[in-house]
């Protein structure tokens, strides 16, 4: 299957453990020395309180997409494990060498 990175975005992305709709692609990373796809980055949470505050977003590696579909991208993140890896700060990515 071959997509672009304009089709992604217009997917939203949605947990399929508990339903969670998680917003659309923001963006895409790679590994460039192998050129394979590491993961996507959607939006981070937002609450009633943090509304206008951005710059947090949620990795979601590739091993937790479950499927591509026509309008939707189904990931499966569980609450146990711990979210604090797949978190980054918009100013702070970590860039490859």
């Excluded at 949620?58 to 026509?70: D, H, M, T």
């Amino acid at each position: 299957m071959e997509t672009s990175f304009l089709e992604l975005r217009c997917k939203e992305v949605v947990n399929v453990v508990d339903g969670k709709r998680l917003g659309h692609i923001v963006d895409v990373c790679f590994n460039l020395q192998t050129g394979c796809l590491q993961g996507i980055v959607v939006p981070g949470e937002k609450s009633f309180w943090n509304v206008f505050k951005s710059g947090m977003e949620l990795f979601i590696p590739l091993s937790q997409i479950v499927k591509v579909g026509e309008d939707a991208i189904l990931v499966e993140l569980y609450a146990s494990s711990n979210p604090t890896p797949y978190i980054m700060s918009a100013n702070n990515k970590k860039k490859d060498k």
